[in-house]
């Protein structure tokens, strides 16, 4: 069996989109999510457009992005999307600035993400700085530029939700700079809350392997690097230490941040939605 029959990302459908009943989930409301042209931020964004939030979606790759748009139009919601390149802190800028035009900004989604797979030794520090860049300085920076937005509106609330993993939990062998970033954003998330007076929020979202491209991409290198076939990495290594061994959809991963953006979610303030199937129960 071919490792793209293994792990092929799959479609979003309207059914499978979590819609909840929130007054403040409305076109007036702006949700910002990175990583917007594939995957998890793909999924979220239109998630985040489904649920009537006038969502803007940052990403480098413009053709994938727009293809977000227009799935997220095509179900009936509202999605601008912006070509980011969040190592570069004057397209963050210019971004968020965008974003203001269209509405309130209350809601952040870092979801943006890339791997690389070398033990220490070996890790390219060029990797090391764009990996940090991306997945930590920009969520970061898009907090401290979207947190006066949140505090200027009517009710003073907003909620920042960035994308950790069971990797923000344990460290798996050379993952090292993915395990540094989503370690960091645990802790970027309860830096926003206990400065947010509870009314604004950070959370993450830690999952175990979810069926995506980023995912896919991994399988050749794990091979080699552990001297096994790519079916025995996704059976033994991915799924193996889960106690659901069916891989998590990207728009349950998006379906999750809705859930945390959400009237439902007043009490998660700095707290991680950790849904791995049983993954950390078993290692």
């Not at 505090?151 to 993993?165: F, Q």
Request: aromatic content about 6%; glycine content about 10%.
């Amino acid at each position: 069996m071919s490792t793209m029959g293994i792990i092929d990302e799959p479609k979003i459908t309207k059914e499978e989109v979590l819609v909840l009943m929130d007054d403040d989930f409305n076109s007036r409301n702006v949700c910002v999510v990175t990583g917007a042209a594939g995957g998890i931020g793909r999924a979220t964004a239109v998630a985040s457009a489904t649920n009537n939030i006038m969502t803007v979606g940052l990403d480098i790759n413009e053709e994938e992005g727009k293809k977000t748009e227009q799935m997220a139009r095509d179900m009936g919601g509202q999605m601008v999307f912006i070509q980011t390149d969040l190592t570069c802190d004057e397209d963050i800028e210019l971004a968020v600035a965008e974003a203001a035009k269209l509405g309130q900004i209350r809601y952040v989604a870092n979801i943006a993400g890339v791997q690389h797979i070398d033990p220490i030794d070996k890790f390219p520090m060029e990797k090391y700085d764009m990996m940090q860049k991306m997945m930590l300085r920009a969520p970061y920076y898009l907090s401290e530029l979207t947190i006066p937005y949140m505090k200027k509106s009517a009710s003073g609330c907003g909620a920042i939700g960035n994308m950790s993993s069971v990797h923000g939990h344990i460290c798996t062998m050379n993952k090292s700079v993915y395990n540094i970033t989503k370690f960091g954003l645990r802790a970027l998330s309860q830096s926003i809350s206990v400065q947010g007076d509870g009314k604004i929020r950070s959370f993450t979202v830690s999952t175990a392997y979810v069926k995506t491209n980023l995912v896919l991409k991994q399988v050749p290198a794990q091979a080699e690097q552990r001297g096994i076939t790519p079916e025995e990495v996704v059976r033994d290594v991915m799924k193996g230490k889960s106690l659901v061994k069916e891989m998590m959809s990207p728009i349950e991963v998006g379906n999750l941040f809705i859930f945390g953006f959400s009237r439902f979610a007043k009490y998660l303030v700095g707290g991680d939605l950790l849904f791995d199937g049983g993954f950390m129960l078993t290692i």
